[in-house]
C-alpha cells in the first residue's frame, strides 16, 4: 500500500530527484496503477506524513546534510520504511541512473504494466494539436468563463469538477471545497504555469507544506510545461487518487505563436 516514494538526496545532487521523478511517474503510472514520486520536498516530523510512503535517501558521503541526516533518522524511528543508499563519490550518480531504471522496470513488471510506453502523454499530443488546428483556423484558442473571480485571481473548472465543488462561488470557499476533496491515501499535485525561479518557488512549496501538515497527504509540484513530459503520464493514467491544483499567470511579454 506504500505507493508514494519520497525522494531525499544530499543538496549537492539534489536534483537527482527530478530526474527519477520523470522515470517513475511517467514509466509506472499508466492503466490505472502507478507509484507516485515525491521530489524536491523538504522532510517533515514523522506524524505529518500517512502510511503510504518510502523514503529512499540518496546520501554523497562527501557533503551530507545533517539536517536530512536528522530527519530520515527521526522517520526510521518512527517506523517509516527507508531506503539507504550511500554515494562515496558524486561520479557514482551513473550507477544510481542504472539501478533506478531496472528498479523502475522490475516495479512495472510487478504490477503488471508496460514501463517503455506513454499512452497518455500521446493522447494529450493528440488533443493539443486538435486545439491548435483550430487556433490556426479560427485564430483564437477555446475560451472559458471563470466560476469565480476576486480581484487578479479567477478560478476555472471542467463541468464535472465545477459540480464537485458545490453551489459557492466564492474563491475562499471553492477552494476550500477543493482542498477539502483530498482524502487519505491521495495526493496533492500543484501544477503550475509560471517562472521556474526563487520568488514563485517559495509561496508554493509553502502551500505544499500546509496542505501536508493539514491532510497528511503527500504533495508534489511541478513546472508548466515541463511536468506534462515528467508526471504528467501518471497525472492522467495512473491511480485515480490525484487532487490537482493548476496555476496559471498570464506574461507580461507575449510572444506570437
Partial sequence: GRDKVTI????AIGELGAWLEQLIAESSGKEGKGLVP????????????GDDRVFAYVRLATTPSAEQDAAIERLEKAG?????ITLDDAREIGQEFFRWEIATAVACSVLGINAFNQPDVEAAKIATKRITKAYEESGALPGSEP????GDLALYADAKNAA?????????????SHLGRIKPGDYFAINAYVEMCPANEAPLQALRA?????????TTLGYGPRFLHSTGQLHKGGPATGVFLQITADDPHAIPI
Fill in 164 to 176: 464537485a465543488l458545490g453551489a459557492a462561488r466564492d474563491v475562499d470557499a471553492m477552494l476550500a
Fill in 80 to 84: 517509516h520504511p527507508v531506503v539507504r
Fill in 210 to 218: 500546509a496542505v501536508r501538515a493539514k491532510k497528511r497527504v503527500a
Fill in 147 to 150: 466560476l469565480g473571480a476576486a
Fill in 8 to 11: 531525499v538526496a544530499s543538496p
Fill in 38 to 49: 515525491v521530489a524536491n520536498e523538504e522532510l517533515g516530523m514523522p506524524e505529518t506524513y
